[in-house]
């Protein structure tokens, strides 16, 4: 994640408004409806916001090439697929991941809320962006939830513990936890040592990778980020090496066999990313008493961050306090946006209609 100092000289700083309007009308014009165009923008923009540059408006180059290219068919909705009650199978018939994500995840609220648990395989959906977002929309809610997501339809990025190439992708999981009126504790991460889309973040800046997180196609270490855009591609390597591996295989195995949504060995590469998501989310209002388990997490929480914090650090935080920081520092100063990243949104807009006028005025 960006820390809050990170912008440099060449950004292009935009305001929230303006990036969710450019990016609602790129959409509309690629043929999405409004409901579509306005999901999707919601998405991207917050991931901007939180600092998850990795995963925010600059993924619209490669979201338009895939709809260009049919890989991303436009307005579609979720289809359940199996329904016992508590437990969900959702097919996202490849359409675009903020909706179908969305409309999977209303249904697993409104399920546990219910049953007081439930688990939903999500299935065959287009890359359904920054997991915390789903987490987030549990939380809100009032009810905890966990993710386990693998990727598909693309080569693989992430190299196994021990290995010296891609067998697999950057796998994230996510972890939500409600607190009341208070911000939720919200952990997601990549199971990789850092995302893929962070090392495209860094080489559209032709900024070089921090050491020990990838390796060039040879397997050696490297620092280069242009391995990962290079034929034949380098590897990113897994987070806490045997332990990232591990979960990294789990939210593979969870997400990709779970609803049949399909894992790497023997998935055609059609070049588009497709997600599975295996989720669980549960009311714990209907485990105990809600008071006194929100009392319990605080109570926790207080003991933990009460801990003097070590030397250079201000405090310390909860998984989900350094995204809600930038989220109020770039609403205050804008959302910086590299210029290789602005030039191929404007080309992203230009193959779906929009003109430079249409362009350059959401830059102003």
Same mark, same amino acid.
């Given at each position: 994640?960006?820390?809050?100092?990170?912008?440099?000289?060449?950004?292009?700083?935009?305001? $929230?408004?303006?990036?969710?309007?450019?990016?609602?009308?790129?959409?509309?014009?690629?043929?999405?409806?409004?409901? $579509?165009?306005?999901?999707?923008?919601?998405?991207?923009?917050?991931?901007?916001?939180?600092?998850?540059?990795?995963?925010?408006?600059?993924?619209?180059?490669?979201?338009?090439?895939?709809?260009?290219?049919?890989?991303?068919?436009?307005?579609?909705?979720?289809?359940?697929?199996?329904?016992?009650?508590?437990?969900?199978?959702?097919?996202?018939?490849?359409?675009?991941?903020?909706?179908?994500?969305?409309?999977?995840?209303?249904?697993?609220? $409104?399920?546990?809320?219910?049953?007081?648990?439930?688990?939903?395989?999500?299935?065959?959906?287009?890359?359904?962006?920054?997991?915390?977002?789903?987490?987030?929309?549990?939380?809100?809610?009032?009810?905890?939830?966990?993710?386990?997501?693998?990727?598909?339809?693309?080569?693989?990025?992430?190299?196994?513990?021990?290995?010296?190439?891609?067998?697999?992708?950057?796998?994230?999981?996510?972890?939500?936890?409600?607190?009341?009126?208070?911000?939720?504790?919200?952990?997601?991460?990549?199971?990789?040592?850092?995302?893929?889309?962070?090392?495209?973040?860094?080489?559209?800046?032709?900024?070089?990778?921090?050491?020990?997180?990838?390796?060039?196609?040879?397997?050696?270490?490297?620092?280069?980020?242009?391995?990962?855009?290079?034929?034949?591609?380098?590897?990113?390597?897994?987070?806490?090496?045997?332990?990232?591996?591990?979960?990294?295989?789990?939210?593979?195995?969870?997400?990709?066999?779970?609803?049949?949504?399909?894992?790497?060995p023997g998935t055609m590469e059609r070049g588009a990313t497709i997600n599975n998501m295996f989720t669980f989310v549960v009311d714990p209002g209907k485990i105990g008493d809600r008071t006194e388990v929100l009392a $319990?997490?605080?109570?926790?929480?207080?003991?933990?961050?009460?801990?003097?914090?070590?030397?250079?650090?201000?405090?310390?935080?909860?998984?989900?306090?350094?995204?809600?920081?930038?989220?109020?520092?770039?609403?205050?100063?804008?959302?910086?946006?590299?210029?290789?990243?602005?030039?191929?949104?404007?080309?992203?807009?230009?193959?779906?209609?929009?003109?430079?006028?249409?362009?350059?005025?959401?830059?102003?």
């Amino acid at each position: 994640m960006a820390g809050l100092n990170d912008r440099h000289p060449d950004d292009i700083i935009i305001q $929230e408004k303006k990036l969710h309007g450019l990016t609602v009308d790129l959409f509309r014009h690629a043929g999405s409806e409004e409901r $579509e165009a306005r999901l999707i923008a919601d998405h991207l923009v917050l991931a901007n916001l939180s600092g998850h540059d990795s995963h925010g408006v600059g993924m619209i180059p490669r979201y338009v090439i895939n709809i260009k290219a049919g890989m991303t068919p436009l307005n579609q909705h979720a289809q359940v697929v199996l329904d016992a009650g508590g437990l969900l199978v959702v097919d996202g018939n490849a359409g675009v991941g903020q909706v179908v994500a969305y409309e999977a995840m209303q249904m697993a609220i $409104e399920r546990a809320k219910m049953h007081g648990v439930c688990a939903m395989a999500l299935r065959n959906a287009s890359h359904i962006g920054r997991i915390g977002h789903w987490g987030e929309m549990a939380a809100t809610a009032g009810l905890v939830s966990t993710h386990y997501v693998n990727v598909i339809g693309h080569k693989p990025y992430v190299a196994p513990f021990g290995g010296a190439d891609a067998r697999f992708s950057t796998n994230p999981y996510c972890c939500a936890i409600p607190r009341g009126d208070k911000p939720p504790f919200i952990l997601d991460f990549a199971t990789s040592r850092v995302a893929q889309g962070k090392v495209r973040v860094a080489y559209n800046r032709k900024q070089q990778m921090f050491e020990g997180a990838l390796i060039d196609p040879q397997g050696n270490p490297t620092t280069d980020p242009g391995v990962m855009f290079s034929d034949p591609i380098g590897a990113i390597l897994t987070f806490g090496e045997h332990k990232g591996y591990g979960m990294a295989l789990a939210c593979e195995l969870l997400a990709g066999a779970f609803g049949s949504g399909a894992m790497r060995p023997g998935t055609m590469e059609r070049g588009a990313t497709i997600n599975n998501m295996f989720t669980f989310v549960v009311d714990p209002g209907k485990i105990g008493d809600r008071t006194e388990v929100l009392a $319990e997490i605080e109570r926790s929480l207080d003991w933990i961050t009460a801990s003097p914090p070590a030397a250079g650090v201000e405090k310390v935080m909860i998984p989900g306090d350094p995204e809600r920081n930038m989220r109020a520092h770039r609403r205050a100063n804008g959302i910086p946006i590299d210029p290789t990243t602005w030039e191929h949104i404007v080309d992203a807009g230009a193959k779906v209609g929009m003109n430079q006028v249409d362009l350059e005025k959401y830059r102003a």
